[in-house]
């Protein structure tokens, strides 16, 4: 989604070059469009936006030569209005002394344009944003100052906003405010940063100040004034120091960063079992008490969540995975407070997922969050948050992540067990150490990988096959596949699949098996054999002893023995993303920027 990157220089510097660099930081986001606005010396703003690629564009229009000491920037991805060099951010009133950046969506911008166009505003844009320079503007004309004109602007927009904005009434100063979408403030001697996401200006600081919804204010040389539209006792924030490094938002040698994350699981897997360990309390109690159990997520997240209904129910606990945008229609009306919803979100700031958790919290229910970010707006809608140690994951396509959902999923599906008496010391044992057969998988897959995405990338279709715990792998593989090489990738329960899929395998259509030693083994076959019996080349993931599944595969990679459990997704999952990960490169694809897609999606 749409990324914000602003500047104010404590020593008198030019911030373009630096917003720029933010920009640039902030591209896994997903965008179409981009823009930088500065005062200049002369109080002047001066605005350059357009359509395509920040180097593109910085190269094009010259953002580095901007000249001002305050500086706002935006990547635009596209909601309302065609992708054009009019509606890329920022945006300025009719003055042109008020420009804004803006992410997120003004719902009733329609009837706000309306009536500012009736007193005389001129748009420019088809954009909702374009509305708030106009209104701000209009608030002014009170004589009141910027940020009273601001506060009554937030008072009227309907909808999620995090924006910033800079005017030459007061030169000194960027204006912010957060609503539903994310914001952060990074602070050290020389600037003051604020950001979609705390990567964006990692590289400089790890000194944050994360802003909550209702957050507005403005931030100076020696200031940072925050207040709260709905919290009149709130006069500040406090900063934190947050624990990522600016290496750990960086390739470190990778040619992308979808493949250093894919690499980093043995130690984000490793990290977040730690973690997990030391979140854990208050979290059975809340099991405990729940009536009924759901687990809500998008995407990726989803499939983690899957999995973890798969893995619960092995342990007799009943739970049921949603997806986020259907929770209210799906179970809505079921929901009261004696549930309990596991909310489970790497960004934590999916608006479908907290749309879902707001809801559910209304009537009364608990939560627990999962997520990567500390501080995101999930962690805020939670009575308890287990944050994971996966670390900044940058790739659009999510990799490391998913495993550390699956770990923490596991531990606390372990954690009940052991407390209920089931004998689990053999899997939590190897929980701990999963980490080091994470990176034979690793070792033992990527040429194979390498070599089938010589044979994949030709290919248009394929199928993604599982059962039981092998389902949520084989369905995170079929995403993966889609996402980063535009493969249409179709996941099936494997006995679903003569159910009407198979009518289209003919002579080499991809059928991907993940097959399991476990109870689903042999109906496994049975669905992989049908598929091979129509000309189906068959491409299985599978235990290093199985010869079975060898002898009836054209291509097979393999996990080590005795994964075929709850753990298997941390093993099994890895030469999926591989498999992706090559297809695209082969594709000569950008992995870690697939078209239309955005790294947290903050509107519904
Ligand atoms: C995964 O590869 C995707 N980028 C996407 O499906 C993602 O998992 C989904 O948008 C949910 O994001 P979240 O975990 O940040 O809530």
Known sequence: MCGIGACLSRIGENVAPKIVKMLKNLEYRGYDSAGVAVLDLDNKISLRKGVGKIDKLAKELKFDEMKGFIGIGHTRWATHGAVTKFNAHPHVDCLNEIAVAHNGIIENYIEIRERLERLGHKFLTQTDTEVIPHLIEENLKNNSSVLESLKKALIELKGA??????????????????????LVIGINDRDIYLASDIPA?????????????????????????????????????????VEWTKEMA?????????????????????????????????????????????????GTSYYASLHGQYAFAKYGFKSRAIVSSEFLEEVGSFIDKDDLIIGVSQSGETADTLKALRYAREKGARIIAITNVVGSAITRIADKSIIMGAGPEIGVAATKTFTSQVATLNYLILTWAKEHGADVDY???????????????????????????????????????????????????????????????????????????????????????????????HRMHIALEEMKSRGGFIVSVNEVNDQDTMRLSDYHFVIPENYSNILAPLLYVVPLQL???????KRRLDPDRPRNLAKSVTVE
């Open 427 to 521: 899997l939590m044992n190897k929980l701990l150490v999963v980490h080091k057969d994470v990176e034979r998988v690793l070792e033992k897959n990527e040429k194979k990988a390498k070599n089938l995405s010589e044979i994949m990338y030709k290919r248009n279709n394929a199928y993604y096959l599982g059962r039981g715990i092998g389902l949520p792998i084989a369905m995170e593989g079929a995403l993966k596949m889609k996402e980063i090489a535009y493969i249409h990738a179709e996941a099936y329960p494997a006995g679903e699949s003569k159910h009407g899929p198979i009518a289209l395998v003919t002579h080499d259509f991809p059928v991907f098996g993940v097959v399991l030693k476990d109870e689903t083994y």
């Open 579 to 585: 498999i992706a990960y090559y297809t695209a490169i």
């Open 161 to 182: 906003y995090a924006l910033v904005l800079i005017t030459r009434r007061e030169p000194d100063k960027i204006f912010f405010a957060r609503f539903f979408s994310p």
């Open 201 to 241: 200006f990692l590289e400089w600081t790890r000194k944050v100040i994360i802003l909550q919804d209702g957050d507005y204010g403005f931030v100076s040389r020696d200031n940072i004034y925050v207040r709260n539209l709905f919290d009149p006792s709130v006069k500040s924030r406090n900063w934190v120091l």
């Open 250 to 298: 960086e390739k470190g040698g990778y040619q992308h960063y979808m493949l250093k994350e894919i690499h980093e699981q043995p130690e984000s897997i490793r990290r977040t079992v730690i973690m997990v360990s030391k979140q854990i309390n208050g979290v059975i109690e809340l099991l405990e008490n729940a009536k009924d159990v759901y687990l809500l997520a998008a």
